[in-house]
């Protein structure tokens, strides 16, 4: 099966602060990744997919990108809505691997 | 608007049985593949079962293979979780989620349910 890391496991930054945060899959995945904001309570939202296609909705200020078997997520200009844990997904096979997430706190 | 809506959830003994339901509204729903991702208190996502738009392939984590069995009924838009010999580590907030691209079988999850609470235990 294919494992996925995420780094840094918590991130700590303020409002306007320009974040990446990074997700390594254990093999080939080709772009079929997704990125993921959940807040506690709340169901996963959907931000990125396809490595770095933006989700309908989501603001411009995020992105993803992609080389090899890493993936980034980068928030341009932090927001207080921002706050949150962060998931990345392959769905290259029929395994739908989620890494362990990157939780975004207030600095 | 699209929405899924879990139930069933509950607290049941190792060991015991439960039924999980999804009931999707909103979308068409026989032309998109389904799945049921959970998340134990305090951890991440964990996917668990994925089944293709018509039912025909269906996958399971290896932490539930053999035990639970996902399934749908096109007829009435729902999807279910058979969950048997349940065990304290099932215990999660249980979510049903929806593929992104029409009858697309490896894609993204782009509508989740709330989700419903299954806790095991004694």
């Known amino acids: 099966d294919i494992q996925m890391t995420q780094s840094p496991s918590t991130l700590s930054a303020s409002v306007g602060d320009r974040v990446t945060m990074t997700c390594r899959a254990s093999?080939?995945?080709?772009?079929?990744l997704a990125w993921y904001q959940q807040k506690p309570g709340k169901d996963p939202k959907l931000l990125i997919y396809?490595?770095?296609s933006l989700e309908s909705g989501v603001p411009s200020r995020f992105s993803g990108s992609a080389s090899g078997t890493e993936f980034t997520l980068t928030i341009s200009s932090l927001q207080p809505d921002d706050f949150a844990t962060y998931y990345c997904q392959q769905y290259n096979t029929y395994s739908f691997t989620f890494g362990p997430g990157t939780k975004v706190d207030i600095k | 608007q699209v929405q899924l809506v879990e139930s069933g959830g509950g607290v049941v003994q190792p060991g015991r049985s439960l039924r999980l339901s999804c009931a999707a509204s909103?979308?068409?729903?026989?032309?998109?593949?389904m799945h049921w991702v959970r998340q134990a208190p305090g951890k991440g996502l964990e996917w668990v079962a994925f089944?293709?738009?018509?039912?025909?392939?269906?996958n399971h984590a290896d932490s539930v293979k053999g035990r639970f069995t996902i399934s749908r009924d096109n007829s009435k838009n729902m999807l279910f979780l058979q969950m048997n010999s349940l065990r304290t580590e099932d215990t999660a907030v249980y979510y049903c989620?929806?593929?992104?691209?029409?009858?697309?079988?490896?894609?993204?999850?782009?509508?989740w349910g709330q989700g419903t609470m299954v806790t095991v235990s004694s």
């Open positions: 089944i293709s738009y018509d039912g025909s392939i269906t």
């Open positions: 396809d490595a770095s």
């Open positions: 093999q080939s995945i080709i772009r079929w």
């Open positions: 909103g979308f068409t729903f026989s032309t998109y593949a």
């Open positions: 989620a929806k593929a992104k691209r029409l009858q697309w079988e490896r894609d993204v999850f782009e509508i």
